[in-house]
């Protein structure tokens, strides 16, 4: 507290720390030197890491590699797409999705997204046809349809991939996000659920996808022995793929492992949160926290809203400053000056056609951090300092 009384700011930049049990594994394997996933004839942490990231998602395989962009990546590759494929990809993602695709010798088709940050359905039917894979990005942990995209796309025989770099935790129907497409990725990096700076993972059912996967990310000569099951396919697939050597290290394992058993907190902590600031946010006239599709159960770190009404540019600067005022950031995803968010950055694409719909979510929507550590009072002080902040503009 200040000594008026007044509650500073929430800092909700600093991460939380990470538990004591990594505290011994990294002391373990700093005295041995131990850091190579391939060295240890079995149980390496990475291959643990494997094991209970499958198990804890319900999927056959899994596999840690360097982030997730690689992740992203390697699962392209993995589905054997010919070079210049179309792959559809939500035209709101982070820089890094299409960079993915770009990097994989395909090129990405971007599909309209609407001003609930979810993709339009009647825009990806339009590009579908002739699509060679679809990869849909869950940004800031949104869900979109997959109920009506896994139906367009099966009928076309057209392999989904999820980029779920931000929804470890969510479910859609009950069923874990991650696990609807072929392949589901996700992310440690430290703005993630979990933090182990960088690193991620991805999981399938789909022997083949895992043993290419394996195979590219670095598991050269007979090191693919080191991953459960399919040994048939690895024979397959041995000398005849490239190495990227994408691998994950020990030390990134033993600061994830311990942090799984904390999810389940951390998602039901964050939805808490999340609800208790959005229902605040919901009672001005000027702002709006769009709802999650019926069939989600959301797992936020973080917030997104609409300044709705007429708002012009000028004015939503001036909410930014006023919000800033007292003491929170509001990012306006369009608004900041070359956002990895915004596609019109994505000047490594080349020229693409307008999306004025995405564009016009993109100038009025608003990204605020909630780290799943923050308290009730901490959440509430956010809530109204972004109330007041419209309030002062538009009230
Ligand atoms: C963080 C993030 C990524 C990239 O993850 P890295 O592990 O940093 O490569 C990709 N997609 C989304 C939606 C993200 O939030």
């Not at 789909?206 to 043993?211: S, Y």
């Not at 951090?369 to 009730?376: F, G, H, I, S």
Request: hydrophobic letters at 45%; aromatic letters at 8%; charged letters at 20%.
């Amino acid at each position: 507290m200040a000594p008026d009384g007044q509650m500073f700011a929430p800092n909700v930049y600093d991460a939380e720390p990470i538990p004591d049990a990594a505290r011994l594994e990294i002391d373990r394997l700093l005295s041995s030197g131990d850091l190579f996933r391939y060295t240890a004839p079995e149980g390496a942490p990475v291959a643990l890491l494997e094991a209970e990231f499958a198990e804890l998602l319900g999927a056959r395989y899994a596999l840690a590699v360097a982030s997730c962009s690689a992740a992203l990546f390697l699962s392209l590759k993995a589905l054997d797409l010919p070079r210049g494929g179309r792959v559809l990809i939500p035209a709101f993602t982070f820089a890094a999705v299409p960079s993915a695709v770009v990097h994989a010798d395909l090129v990405p088709v971007l599909v309209e997204v609407g001003d609930n940050y979810r993709v339009d359905m009647a825009d990806f039917e339009a590009k579908l046809d002739g699509a060679d894979a679809v990869l849909i990005s869950h940004m800031r942990g949104h869900t979109s349809d997959m109920d009506a995209i896994m139906a367009l796309c099966d009928a076309r025989d057209i392999p989904v991939i999820e980029d779920a770099a931000h929804s470890l935790g969510t479910e859609w129907h009950g069923k874990k996000i991650g696990t609807i497409g072929k392949v589901g990725c996700f992310s440690f990096q430290s703005y993630k659920l979990v933090n182990a700076g960088e690193g991620g993972i991805l999981i399938t059912d789909d022997p083949e996808i895992a043993a290419r996967c394996v195979i590219m990310s670095g598991a050269y000569e007979s090191n693919w022995k080191k991953h459960p099951g399919m040994q048939n396919s690895y024979m397959l697939w041995q000398n005849k793929l490239p190495l990227y050597n994408m691998r994950m290290q020990n030390l990134s394992a033993a600061v994830i492992r311990p942090q799984l058993p904390l999810v389940a907190d951390r998602v039901a902590k964050g939805r808490a949160g999340h609800d208790r600031v959005g229902d605040r946010l919901n009672q001005s006239a000027s702002l709006m926290v769009p709802p999650p599709l019926p069939p989600e159960q959301r797992a936020p770190d973080s917030i997104q809203f609409n300044l709705c009404g007429d708002w012009t540019d000028g004015e939503a600067l001036q909410f930014q400053a006023e919000a800033k005022r007292r003491g929170i950031s509001v990012q306006v995803f369009g608004l900041s000056e070359g956002n990895a968010r915004a596609f019109w950055n994505w000047e490594f694409l080349g020229p693409q056609p307008d999306l004025p719909q995405t564009r016009a979510m993109l100038m009025r929507a608003c990204d605020v951090r909630l780290p799943t550590r923050l308290t009730d009072s901490e959440l509430d002080y956010i809530a109204n300092a972004i109330f007041h902040a419209a309030e002062a503009v538009k009230g």
